[in-house]
T-cell receptor, first 112, second 115 residues
Framework: AQKITQTQPGMFVQEKEAVTLDCTYDTSDPSYGLFWYKQPSSGEMIFLIYQGSYDQQNATEGRYSLNFQKARKSANLVISASQLGDSAMYFCAMRPLDKLIFGTGTRLQVFP | GAGVSQSPSNKVTEKGKDVELRCDPISGHTALYWYRQSLGQGLEFLIYFQGNSAPDKSGLPSDRFSAERTGGSVSTLTIQRTQQEDSAVYLC?????????????FGPGTRLTVT
């Protein structure tokens, strides 16, 4: 079965600190993509970062980095130097073929 | 350039009525996807179009749900005889390529409420 698991329904972090959002996945496909999306209260889905299953290096995009551990089937998102505007729902997603399979999300709240 | 647009942004309908939701993808994007997000949940895949054909309809929850895409552009998701459990935000996304590495750009969604 193909599945994404996000075990943290909510996380709190102080401004300027780093935070890690957990994501584990399950697939038997040898080739797949892993994505993180941010959904602010406005409801739009904003693409953050992508990691391919064959990529040797962990993906980074500005303050976002993806800690990809293939053997453990985990793809954790690390946000460095958190900002108040980072408060949102964060969804991990996997793409074994065409569609995205989403986790249930983690609500991140950044406090001053 | 314009992003993915969806209309209406909000729709309230009575149980048993039919509704049509529209998605206008980013110009030139060949792949189009429909997802549904129930309150407090992640996104649930409904259907995928490549051009005008739908190679994957596996997520459509029942035969009351159908979708079409014409001219390789605009797509319409139709829900017949709506039920209260159909209440959700319906999100459309498009991608320049259906390949694994290509991100999907999401529209703002249509919030459907069935009373």
């Amino acid at each position: 079965a193909q599945k994404i698991t996000q075990t943290q329904p909510g996380m709190f972090v102080q401004e300027k600190e780093a935070v890690t959002l957990d994501c584990t996945y399950d697939t038997s496909d040898p080739s797949y993509g892993l994505f993180w999306y941010k959904q602010p209260s406005s409801g739009e889905m904003i693409f953050l970062i992508y990691q391919g299953s064959y990529d040797q290096q962990n993906a980074t995009e500005g303050r976002y980095s993806l800690n990809f551990q293939k053997a453990r089937k985990s793809a954790n998102l690390v946000i460095s130097a958190s900002q108040l505007g980072d408060s949102a729902m964060y969804f991990c997603a996997m793409r074994p073929l065409d569609k995205l399979i989403f986790g249930t999300g983690t609500r991140l709240q950044v406090f001053p | 350039g314009a992003g993915v647009s969806q209309s209406p942004s909000n729709k309230v309908t009575e149980k048993g009525k039919d509704v049509e939701l529209r998605c206008d993808p980013i110009s030139g994007h060949t792949a189009l996807y429909w997802y549904r997000q129930s309150l407090g949940q992640g996104l649930e895949f409904l259907i995928y179009f490549q051009g005008n054909s739908a190679p994957d309809k596996s997520g459509l929850p029942s035969d009351r749900f159908s979708a079409e895409r014409t001219g390789g552009s605009v797509s319409t998701l139709t829900i017949q005889r709506t039920q209260q459990e159909d209440s959700a935000v319906y999100l459309c996304a498009s991608s320049s390529d259906p390949g694994l590495a290509y991100e999907q750009y999401f529209g703002p969604g249509t919030r459907l409420t069935v009373t």
